[in-house]
């Protein structure tokens, strides 16, 4: 946030500032005594701090620091065996795929059969046109 950045440096080269007022997007409002927090500002070594929790007025928290790195770590590894568990699963749907044919086996092989009588009945015809023209030529 480019805003808070501005207002935290005026902050902190102006430490004659005692009251801040905030609105809120919803419309609220609220006054801070920088006295107060003057001492989070400068009575801790914020070097040496590793991570930091804020509970909100409604009770959600707000985390900065170590635990959010791991937990950013844990959500890509999550993301990452999901990934591999999808890929998984387009394999076992590839091999699952099955194609059937719409005539049975049966059928077919009397097909088959029906086939080859026609090429014999086709055979047949060519040599009796074969004898024919032999007959025609001895005469």
């Not at 935290?8 to 430490?15: I, V």
């Not at 009575?43 to 409604?58: K, P, R, S, Y």
Request: glycine share 2%; net charge negative.
């Amino acid at each position: 946030m480019e805003s808070l950045e501005q207002l935290l440096s005026y902050l902190q080269a102006h430490p004659e500032v005692t009251e801040l007022s905030l609105e809120f997007e919803n419309g609220d409002k609220d006054k801070v005594d920088l006295s107060e927090i003057a001492d989070l500002r400068t009575g801790i070594n914020w070097a040496e701090v590793d991570e930091a929790e804020i509970e909100l007025a409604d009770g959600s928290k707000l985390a900065f620091g170590a635990e959010d790195d791991e937990e950013d770590e844990e959500d890509e590894e999550d993301e990452e065996s999901n990934d591999e568990d999808d890929d998984e699963d387009e394999e076992d749907e590839e091999d699952e795929e099955v194609t059937v044919s719409a005539i049975s086996e049966e059928e077919s092989d009397e097909e088959d059969e029906d086939e080859d009588d026609d090429d014999d009945d086709d055979d047949d015809d060519d040599d009796d046109d074969d004898d024919e023209d032999e007959d025609e030529e001895e005469a």
